[in-house]
């Protein structure tokens, strides 16, 4: 089955550690998302790749930084993680056409949920 | 600023009754909404969607319904099933490929 896979699914690390998380996807599509959601808010969006073109929210901390080496893979890494940055981490697929309307729904993975100690 | 709103944080429902979920939005400009399902250790799937030219959308037992004039739009599930517990996220975009999550409300179905 065509899927969006995520990396660990829990992981823990230390105040200031770096850590990456992974998300890969089989469904071929060319946009991939980066969400953070914690405890009853709403998923927030971090960041996007269009193809390989990289898009940062305005909002999202320089201390969230993102790969996307092929289509089916993409990375998050965070360079220092601080107490605030313990979430669920989600990642998503799209498939966007220029000129063929933008009315897509996005495919999610399981997560990752980062605990920092 | 939150843009999409879910005020009911919960809803319990008897089963074989009417789960009504409901979605405000600020931004004038969205102009397509999904709702989206989430078990606990999954992630969201897409349940349906509406686009703003309709009033509503009909996919067995789920409806969308959209007042664009009162910026609301609300997901009925007919008749609920225990298997429908799991929290409801809708979602706006306003022409792109992103889009603006609500907080989510949780379902309960009481069997």
């Known amino acids: 089955d065509a899927m969006v896979i995520q990396n660990p699914r829990y992981q823990v690390t230390q105040f200031g550690k770096p850590v990456t998380l992974s998300c890969s996807q089989t469904l071929n599509h060319n946009v991939m998302y980066w969400y953070q959601q914690k405890s009853s808010q709403a998923p927030k969006l971090l960041f996007h790749y269009y193809d390989k073109d990289f898009n940062n929210e305005a909002d999202t901390p320089d201390n969230f930084q993102s790969r996307r080496p092929n289509t089916s893979f993409c990375f998050l890494d965070i360079r220092s993680p601080g107490l605030g940055d313990a979430a669920m981490y989600l990642c998503?697929?799209?498939?966007?056409?220029?000129?063929?309307?933008?009315?897509?729904?996005?495919?999610f993975g399981p997560g990752t949920r980062l605990t920092v100690l | 600023d939150q843009q999409v709103k879910q005020n009911s944080p919960s809803l319990s429902v008897q089963e074989g009754r009417i789960s009504i979920l409901n979605c405000d939005y600020t931004?004038?400009?969205?102009?397509?909404f999904l709702w989206y399902k989430k078990y606990p250790a999954e992630g969201p799937t897409f349940l349906i969607s509406?686009?703003?030219?309709?009033d509503k959308n009909e996919d067995g037992r789920f409806t969308v319904f959209l007042n664009k004039s009162a910026k609301h739009l609300s997901l009925h599930i007919v008749p609920s099933q225990p298997g429908d517990s799991a929290v409801y996220f809708c979602a706006a975009s306003a022409g792109t490929y992103k889009y603006i999550f609500g907080t989510g409300t949780r379902l309960k179905v009481l069997a």
């Open positions: 509406i686009s703003s030219i309709k």
């Open positions: 998503a697929t799209s498939r966007d056409i220029v000129g063929q309307g933008s009315y897509n729904e996005q495919f």
């Open positions: 931004n004038s400009m969205f102009d397509y």
